[in-house]
């Protein structure tokens, strides 16, 4: 089975702060996608990567950035965390078999920003 | 422009009865048609896809979608739901061209006894 871990289930962080959200996957998938979820808006993608070192803005990647350093792992960083923030990012990979490729998703992080 | 637009936010209905959570894509381009599906406090798990051929799909618990392409939808539908299908059901479409999936913003189904 494909598995895609977060570090973090909840996550509490001041405004201002710089924040690291990780995330894994096992399955030598070369697409990764980070993700925002909130209540009556759907999942809105924040950035995809589609190869190591390599990364391409979503729909709203403002006061976000992004790493992938290596195959695995796709990172998310918020340089100075801000109150409209808090939110659930939910991490997912694909293959690269073909657009119709299953995205496999994460448990998500429940990001708090004080 | 290209959207998907789930029309109802939240489907209340009681055990046993069927349901239908409808789902409508704006498109130039074919495409690729999803449902996922998130149980509370849990990620999302692919619920079933179309890709080509038939236009029926079915998922092994019972649900089941049809593309119309005329009518640019890809409802999902279950006969007889039970309480355990109470979760939110998001539609998801990859416009041909572009590898992103462009999702709707959710129907909350809530099964109730």
């Known amino acids: 089975d494909v598995k895609v871990t977060q570090s973090s289930r909840y996550l509490v962080k001041r405004t201002g702060e710089k924040v690291f959200l990780e995330c894994v996957q096992d399955?030598?998938?070369?697409?990764m996608f980070w993700y925002r979820q909130d209540p009556g808006l759907g999942l809105r993608l924040i950035y995809f990567?589609?190869?190591?070192?390599?990364?391409e803005k979503g729909d709203i990647p403002e006061g976000y950035s992004v790493s992938r350093e290596k195959k695995e792992r796709f990172s998310l960083i918020l340089e100075s965390a801000s109150t409209n923030q808090t939110s659930m990012y939910l991490c997912?990979?694909?293959?690269?078999?073909?657009?119709?490729?299953?995205?496999?998703f994460g448990p998500g992080t429940r990001l708090t920003v004080l | 422009a290209q959207s998907v637009t789930q029309l109802d936010s939240q489907v209340p209905v009681f055990e046993e009865a069927p349901v239908e959570l409808r789902c409508n894509y704006s498109?130039?381009?074919?495409?690729?048609l999803f449902w996922y599906v998130q149980y509370p406090n849990q990620g999302l798990q692919l619920l079933l896809k179309?890709?080509?051929?038939?236009?029926l799909v079915e998922s092994i618990n019972g649900f089941e979608a049809e593309f119309n392409k005329s009518q640019t939808s890809f409802h999902l539908r279950k006969p007889s739901v039970h309480i355990s299908d109470t979760a939110e059901y998001f539609c998801?479409?990859?416009?041909?061209?572009?590898?992103?999936?462009?999702f709707g913003k959710g129907t909350l189904l809530t099964v109730n006894p």
């Open positions: 997912a990979s694909s293959g690269f078999g073909g657009q119709g490729d299953e995205q496999f």
């Open positions: 399955m030598d998938h070369e697409n």
């Open positions: 990567s589609y190869d190591v070192k390599m990364k």
């Open positions: 498109s130039s381009v074919s495409v690729y």
């Open positions: 179309y890709l080509s051929g038939s236009t």
């Open positions: 998801a479409v990859n416009f041909r061209g572009n590898y992103k999936l462009t």
